[in-house]
């Protein structure tokens, strides 16, 4: 009598590889947002920034068990593209060890990074568990922030010396985090995890008041706007509007000391104790060199990472989309926007056939991506990120929500569900 048929071994194997990368994708991913080396003493010398750049290379090596998938997603083409146009850049450059750096040591784990998710994530519970990881850590960081920080003079700063320890960096990575932190708390059950995630949203918001970061403060401005017309009034939640009203009038209070003036130099008007001791000045300055360069050097620019040597300033352009037109010239800048144009594509493809469904989280996830993509876009305009991980990170979940929704419907759709009651009697017709 024949038995039923199941999967063979080698499949299980190739599903726990897959499954264990996942895994691993996920502790790096905290090691990545939350840096414990920071906060609790005597872990620094374990080094985990390394061993999490170690977890990265052995997740992907796992993941790729399952072999190069059939349909890799644009965003990942394009990212690889983008890497392959830095690497063969680099004999260009101004200053070619430095180039390969941050190529090799840096822009390559974008690639890791976005082929290990795309092989390694295939259902809705990992792609939350992504989003929990990343939200949780940049909520605790934030709060531990203020709470180490909040009376040291001048503007706030993160812990140590990672991805959070610039008071920029804090700002612009609280600024994408903002809508997710939104989502878990809509998605929350029970008081306890409302009132954390609530809390959360409210340090993150004084935090970037602290940093006095202009670009945080209007790429989270951009944030809140969006997340109030996508949760609040397209969402019907009359309640979130009313209580972002009390909200915003008590942070009011805790508003920092000379906060407005700060805030007035984005129209250039400087005075005294407004914290920006030339900055203003300095990123025009900043911006035309850019430009300049771009315009000098349009195919390989000077070399990634070089514009601080080749212009002897010693600073970067504090623009996204110039670093990437000066240092590895306007193709990759091309090459970026396209990145970021297919997650707005996928993302809007990905809400669009959310609607009716009955995932209430994902359709929550979809909004808060939206969101963060946008705030990103503004936010880039005013900060160097083209090697960092959490763009790329973000371009990654639009895909990923993207494929798990198109494979959603396909398994909704009336065509599957008679070809799969189909196949069950055959099935079962061989024991």
Known sequence: MATLSGPKLPAVAVRERSNFGYRLMLVFSFLYYFRPEDIIPGLASLHLAKVAAGLAVLALLLGTKKGWPR???LELKLTLAIFAWAALSIPFAYWRGGSFDVVIWGLSKAVILSLTLILTVSYPFQLRRL?????????????????????????????????????????????????????????????????????????MVYAVMATYSRAGFMALSLAIVLCLWEFGVRGKRFLLLAGAVLCGLALLVAVPQNYSKRLATLAGKFQEGDLDNGSSEARRELLVKSLKITVTHPIFGVGPGNFQAYTGLWRVTHNTYTELSSECGIPALILFLLLMGRAFRSIAQARKKLRGSPDRELQLYGGALWVALA????????????????????????????????????????????????????AYAQV
């Open 71 to 73: 349909k890799a997603p």
């Open 375 to 426: 705030a990103y876009v503004l936010g880039a305009f005013f900060a160097s990120t083209a090697y960092e991980l959490f763009p790329y990170y973000l371009f990654s979940y639009t895909a990923l929500l993207y494929r798990i929704v198109d494979q959603q419907t396909v398994e909704r759709s009336p065509d599957t569900r008679k070809k799969a009651a189909a196949i069950r009697p055959r």
């Open 131 to 203: 989003l929990f990881v990343q939200t949780f850590g940049v909520t605790l960081m934030t709060i531990a922030s203020i709470l180490v920080n909040h009376k040291l003079q001048g503007r706030l700063a993160g812990m140590g010396e990672g991805l959070l320890s610039n008071p920029n960096d804090l700002a612009m990575n609280i600024a994408l985090n903002w809508p997710l932190c939104l989502a878990f708390l809509l998605a929350a059950r029970g008081p306890g995890k409302k009132i954390f995630w609530g809390a959360g949203l409210l340090a």
